[in-house]
């Protein structure tokens, strides 16, 4: 269970997120939808650490989060995977998806973990010793979420992972999202621009607009509201 | 020939130990973006540390173990007191201190072990080695310069393609935000790169020492030949660095043996010039697109 309540981020005099408050449930998919600017990679970026939150708290697993360092919030059990997935191009699919394990196993059970990621994604496997650069953007995004899941964490946190996919390759990658929630350990944060196929496999969905939190329903509720979709979502 | 020869073996040694210098530029650059200007005068201190402890009578081997692991605590606290203020700041902010540190060491080596010319007691034996039955310019202190220096590169290489520090020390290096988010904790690797760079510059100190004068100033013109051979080498590839030393000593050693000795310094700035102006990258840098 993922609980924030009156999270506010500002950069200068610009404020991102205007005291947002939202729940995720446990073993969930939940939509983070709305335009450019509305706060949605701060919202991911504010859980994960990476900027800091003026006010508000993020409770996971009863634990707050805000104002604990990044590598302590990974420790937590929060894997972020930031816009374009950023694998690290100079090392190789193997090395990318060690890093994501490191912290956390030893050798044995990183193999063993990593056997696993290339079952989910069998591109990887065939490419585990080239660099990352060469890969295909699908790949790239692939490689990001697989280095994500390595540690085994339980709140995912992922922005547009469909930016820039062929719809094809989005509509696999959606697919492959849906299937990991279905085991209920993994509670899922996703972020997209891409909201109808956000809304195709979230059950839950927030709408922010301008860093506000204009409606949260289920997925279903809002794909139905025609106002709403026109006014915020864009289709 | 054999002046070709003796020339050739000797910039083969000068170059090593640019090579070790340029290798603790080259892992501090990749990993933080500055250029460390008092990576000689770190070594020459650790150095002058060791000069004392040799004065104690304890034998060449403890005061060299003493020098290395002073260098692997300066350069830690370094990073920490001096250099993470100024890590997000502009470079110019880095470039000054790391000046003013220069400047500060060389003036506190001054002060505790005084201006004048010393020697420094070489590990083995100075005078050349026989082959058949002509000395040639290279001694067992040559050999044991290139013997270090490669036990250096091999154990850097090991760390960095083997091991998962190393695998984290690289994503700190490379990544740093995509890094601390998959759990590396990216500002104490930065203060580990230092120390590992100073005990890099801590072992040149030690193998230039026996073979110049030594004074608190007897690593400056060593760190601007190194600083040359990181250029030549890409400044963020260590193996660039390697190949870049060895340029850098072979290229002076012709210049010296053949031109005379007192256009060393000339050529070395030829050669940067040269390469800032043909290949500004340097020979074995990433390329520049990668950022992803």
């Known amino acids: 269970m993922l609980e924030i309540s009156e999270l506010s981020v500002s950069f200068g005099a610009v404020s991102a997120l205007k005291g947002v408050s939202l729940e995720a449930r446990q073993g969930s998919i939940t939509a983070v939808l709305g335009a450019n600017g509305a706060g949605k990679t701060t919202l991911l970026r504010a859980i994960s650490g990476l900027v800091k939150a003026q006010s508000g708290s993020v409770r996971f697993s009863d634990r707050e989060l805000v104002g604990l360092p990044v590598e302590r919030i990974v420790r937590a059990g929060v894997s972020h995977v930031p816009e374009g997935g950023s694998v690290i191009a100079e090392m190789t699919v193997a090395e990318n998806l060690q ?137 | 020939m054999r002046l070709f020869w003796n020339i050739t073996l000797g910039g083969v040694s000068e170059g090593l130990i640019f090579a070790s210098v340029a290798l603790g530029l080259v892992l501090i650059f990749r990993a933080t973006n500055i250029i460390n200007f008092a990576q000689g005068a770190m070594a020459m201190l650790t150095t002058f540390i060791a000069f004392s402890v040799l004065g104690k009578g304890v034998g060449y081997w403890p005061a060299f173990v003493v020098a290395l692991a002073c260098g692997l605590v300066l350069g830690g606290v370094v990073q920490l007191v001096l250099i993470r203020p100024v890590q997000n700041k502009p470079p110019l902010n880095a470039v000054i201190v790391t000046f003013g540190l220069l400047i500060l060491l060389e003036g506190l080596a001054g002060a505790i072990w005084g201006n004048s010319n010393r020697g420094f007691p070489a590990a083995f034996s100075q005078s050349g080695l026989v082959v058949g039955h002509t000395s040639i310019a290279f001694s067992h202190f040559d050999v044991f310069i290139v013997v270090a220096v490669l036990a250096l590169v091999v154990l850097v290489a090991l760390l960095f393609r083997f091991t998962t520090l190393g695998l984290r020390m690289r994503a700190a290096a490379f990544a740093p935000e995509a890094a601390r988010l998959l759990g590396v904790r990216v500002s104490w690797l930065l203060t580990l790169g230092w120390s590992f760079a100073a005990v890099a510059g801590a072992l040149a100190g030690l193998l230039v020492a026996p073979t110049s004068v030594f004074s608190p100033t007897f690593m400056d013109l060593i760190l601007v030949y190194a600083f040359t051979a990181a250029v030549i080498g890409g400044l963020d590839s260590p193996l660039g660095a390697v190949i870049g030393g060895l340029v850098t000593g072979l290229a002076l050693a012709y210049v010296g043996g053949y031109l005379g000795g007192a256009l060393e310094p000339i050529g070395a700035l030829v050669m940067l010039i040269v390469v800032l102006m043909i290949r500004p990258e340097g020979l074995f840098a990433r390329p520049t697109a990668r950022r992803v």
């Open chain 1, 99 to 235: 890093l994501g394990a490191v912290w956390r196993y030893g050798r044995r059970d990183r193999l063993r973990r990593i056997a696993e990621i290339y079952e989910i994604f069998p591109a990887l496997a065939t490419r585990a010793k080239q660099h990352a650069s060469t890969l295909s953007g699908g790949e790239r995004q692939m490689l990001a979420i697989g280095r994500a899941l390595v540690s085994r964490p339980s709140l995912l946190l992922l922005d547009e992972p469909s930016l820039g996919l062929a719809p094809l390759v989005t509509a696999g990658l959606m697919a492959v999202l849906a299937d990991l929630s279905k085991g209920g350990d993994i509670t899922t944060l996703l972020v997209e621009q891409n909201a109808r196929s956000a809304l195709s496999i979230a059950s839950w969905a927030v709408v922010l607009n301008l860093g506000s939190v204009v409606v949260s329903d289920t997925a279903a509720a809002i794909a139905d509201d025609a106002d709403l979709r026109h006014h915020f979502l864009g289709f």
